[in-house]
């Protein structure tokens, strides 16, 4: 029987949450031909196949699912290993990947990351702010930002906020058409998603506003909704914590509202480690200084 060692297990993890050897080959230092060796040979040794390879890069096959899941065990008794040698060292250090709705990531983190850095300069964050399904167990992210809680698996989650969502348009647009009312929301072009490309089913609400919205203008993202509208397309659903302090935005129908939920979320293994506890701190601190923003 072949025995594992770490750096099989660390290989295979990186090439497991990469999705594509290249990937992986880049996150370890090493080239492609190399990874794809030692994973023929680590396959070879173990007797069986752990990954399907295909054109949209590799999926695990059930005994790679095994292997993954006893090498992440393995992989976090060491770091738990390595974090409490280092406590001894105040400073937190390491990376953190971070995913969120692409609202939350881009208008509550990144303007505020300098507060991170600042407390902790050896924390590394890699921000994923899109508003997409993420699967902690797989290890997509080490902490999520979720529209809801999570139904299963071995994650700790608690509620981080309620948030509305708001009608908006731009002052030039507002000044150019004169009020717009709920009966004649429908005579203006409205920014909103592709519909298909929707993920979420929190995201679905636009018939909640307006069962014959004209959707003008269409966008995977949050961002980019919020700019068309603030540059004078028409009206947009948007996040109150980013449209309210927007001075080219002016919120109409004030009574018309979304709300929704963030959820907080990380694999339950990590919850002890610093550079974990750091990130959720800071989050919390955030939503608590912006608390009249929701």
Not at 38 to 52: K, N, Q
Not at 277 to 286: E, K, T
Request: hydrophobic content about 45%; glycine content about 6%; some cysteine.
């Amino acid at each position: 029987m072949h025995t594992l060692n770490w750096d099989d297990l660390r290989l295979f993890l990186a090439i497991a949450r990469a999705g594509r050897l290249t990937r992986a080959g880049k996150a370890l230092g090493l080239d492609h031909t190399t990874v794809a060796r030692r994973l023929t040979s680590l396959e070879s040794a173990i007797g069986s196949r752990l990954v399907e390879r295909g054109p949209r890069g590799i999926t695990l096959t059930s005994a790679g699912a095994t292997i993954f899941a006893h090498a992440e065990r393995v992989e976090v008794e060491i770091l738990s290993a390595s974090s409490q040698v280092a406590e001894e060292d105040a400073r937190v250090s390491g990376s953190v990947r971070l995913a969120t709705p692409e609202a939350f990531g881009t208008y509550l983190v990144a303007p505020h990351i300098a507060r991170l850095h600042a407390a902790h300069p050896d924390l590394h964050l890699e921000l994923i702010p899109e508003s997409q399904y993420v699967n902690l167990s797989n290890r997509e992210a080490d902490i999520a930002i979720l529209l809801n809680r999570p139904a299963n698996g071995p994650v700790v989650a608690r509620k981080l906020v309620d948030y509305r969502l708001g009608l908006f348009t731009s002052h030039s647009y507002s000044q150019a058409h004169g009020p717009i009312t709920a009966e004649t929301l429908s005579d203006h072009p409205f920014a909103w998603y592709i519909d298909e490309l929707i993920d979420l089913p929190e995201l679905r609400f636009l018939r909640e506003i307006s069962a014959d919205a004209r959707t003008m203008f269409r966008s995977s993202s949050t961002a980019a909704q919020h700019e068309a509208v603030a540059g004078g397309l028409g009206i947009g659903i948007l996040h109150g914590f980013a449209a309210d302090a927007d001075p080219r935005l002016l919120r109409i129908l004030p009574d018309i509202e979304i709300r929704r939920s963030y959820w907080l979320a990380f694999h339950a293994n990590q919850q002890r480690l610093p550079r974990i506890r750091a990130v959720i701190a800071f989050l919390d601190d955030l939503i608590a200084d912006r608390r009249d923003c929701f």
